[in-house]
């Protein structure tokens, strides 16, 4: 085992990852640097002074990775909750179960046929010559179910022009067309919801997502330094600079910032880095507003989340956050409390007006009958969150600019992991970012391939 110095940049679960397994190897010549005064990153969570818990954004677990499964029931215990997902999309004023394309019949007689015809003619498309996402979607679904709910629906969400945008990432994200099952479904009336690797997910019962994440304390808390922001790398003399002055030397280092940022902090008198900052500054990624609203009220259902692809509504994505778990609440009292969150996004492409974000939004969902006229009332806490780097955007020149960013780095003893370390969506969920840091660690110390994070 070696024992050079190994700097983590970043307590997201990738730098958690990472740090959990040094301390499990027995390694000792390492520490981490967190801008922040808290762990957990885009996974953690926060306590208003009402007493409820917010996510950032609509947060559950399910992994089918076997040693990210085995780490989190280790730390976590029976502290799940264990749910199974129940969702829908809202559009044309009806609810609509989750997957859209497989529960057409929710919608009114013209929109059916608009998408059964739809899906037929796509079946004599070449999807293989799909350009861009945009035309993926035309091309797999066909004109009625891309202009009812996946066009605006991603148009919304990623806050970029989709033709923009690659397809090659979709896998497990969109689900699959059977043309049979849905016209089955329509014609036979029946339901078909349980597509997706999330249909049954876990949530901690106590501290909202971050609760799983502070679990790791314990194994990192000597070696965090907390508000301390990495602003510059020397790759000569392999030093980070923190907030602009303090300094630390490395031999590896693993970083989980967003990489297009730390790229741009690299310094060299040696080499030539302009193309990787150019590729790095080519990368596109949006942000979002959450929207949390406290109820002094007892909500009915048994809703997890909906998506709402209409324009007039300002938020993609509302999460029941209330349901996932009682102590979400103050006091866990579901029968006095609730609480809704709501997604806004924004990027070059989308702003959006912070100033009216709250009013719009409980406006919305009056408008769209997930709470009465007169619940506006019975809000009892406003919780507002802006997060700059959200969803890192799979764009059509996404993989040629990244593989250049990652072979430069790698030639310099930096291991780039996580959501917007490594910058890949198809790979930027909870488990994902933290098998990265936790394989990155295996390579440099042990010398291991990594299985996730591919060149
Ligand atoms: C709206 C939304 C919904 C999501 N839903 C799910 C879900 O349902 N399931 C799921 O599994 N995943 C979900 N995710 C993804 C999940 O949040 C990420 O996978 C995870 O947080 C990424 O971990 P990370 O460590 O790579 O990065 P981050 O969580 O971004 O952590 C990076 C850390 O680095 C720190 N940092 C940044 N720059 C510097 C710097 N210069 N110096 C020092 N420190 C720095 C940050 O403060 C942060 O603590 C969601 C994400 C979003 C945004």
Redesign the pocket.
């Known amino acids: 085992m070696s024992s050079e110095r190994i700097i983590i ?8 990852g990472a740090a959990y397994r040094l301390k499990e190897l027995g390694y000792e010549n390492w520490a981490m ?4 005064d808290r ?6 969570s926060f306590v208003d002074e009402q007493g409820f818990t917010w996510d ?8 089918s990775i076997e040693r990210f499964n085995r780490l989190a029931d280790g730390l976590m215990g029976q502290d799940f909750i264990s749910h199974e997902r129940e969702s829908w999309i809202r559009t044309l004023k009806r609810w609509v179960p989750y997957p859209f394309q497989n529960n057409i019949r929710y919608l009114p007689k013209d929109k059916i046929v608009e998408c059964l015809l739809g899906l037929i003619s796509a079946q004599y498309s070449d999807k293989k010559t799909s350009a861009n996402f945009e035309d993926w979607i035309y091309k797999t679904f066909g004109e009625g179910i891309a202009n009812l709910f996946l066009g605006p629906y991603n148009a919304k969400v990623w806050a970029v022009p989709l033709n923009l945008m690659s397809y090659d990432w979709i896998a497990e994200r969109i689900s699959p067309i059977s043309i049979e099952r849905i016209m089955r479904n329509v014609v036979m009336e029946q339901d078909d919801i349980g597509w997706g690797p ?1 249909n049954r ?1 876990k949530f901690p019962l106590y501290g909202g997502t971050g609760g799983f994440f502070n679990e790791f304390m314990p194994e990192v808390k000597e070696k965090i330094h907390f508000r ?4 510059s790398i020397d790759i000569d003399a392999k030093k980070v600079a ?1 907030n602009g002055s303090e300094a630390d030397d490395y031999d590896s280092l693993i970083n ?3 990489i297009d ?2 790229t741009g902090m690299i310094k060299s008198g040696h080499t030539d880095t302009s193309s990787s900052v150019r590729a790095a500054s080519q990368l596109k990624h949006n942000g ?1 507003y ?1 929207v949390g609203l406290g109820l002094r009220k007892k909500m009915i259902g048994t809703k997890c989340w909906a998506y709402f692809p209409d324009e007039e509504v300002p938020f993609y994505r509302l999460t029941y956050f209330s349901h996932y778990s009682p102590n979400n609440v103050p006091n866990g009292d579901t029968d006095t409390y609730s609480s809704l969150m709501c ?1 806004i996004s924004f990027s070059e492409y989308k702003p959006a007006d912070e100033s009216r974000l709250v009013d719009l939004t409980i406006e919305s969902l009056i408008r769209e009958g997930v709470i009465a006229q007169d619940d506006s009332r019975l809000i009892v806490s406003k919780w507002v969150k802006k ?1 700059e ?3 890192p955007i799979p764009t059509l020149q996404r993989d040629d600019n990244l593989r250049l960013i990652q072979s430069f780095l790698l030639d310099n003893n930096i291991y780039s ?5 490594a910058w890949l969506y198809e790979l ?7 098998l ?2 936790i394989e990155a660690v295996d390579r440099i110390v042990l010398g291991e391939k990594e299985t996730l994070w591919k060149a």
Request: hydrophobic share 35%.
């Open positions: 940049i970043g307590s997201g679960p990738a730098g958690l640097y967190e801008q922040d762990i957990g990153g885009l996974s953690s950032i954004g609509g947060h559950v677990m399910f992994s999330n997910f301390k922001k990495l602003t923190l989980t910032a967003p940022l730390v979002i959450v997604e997060i780097y959200a969803y992991r996580g959501r917007f370390g930027g969920n909870m488990d994902h970012s933290t990265m840091g």
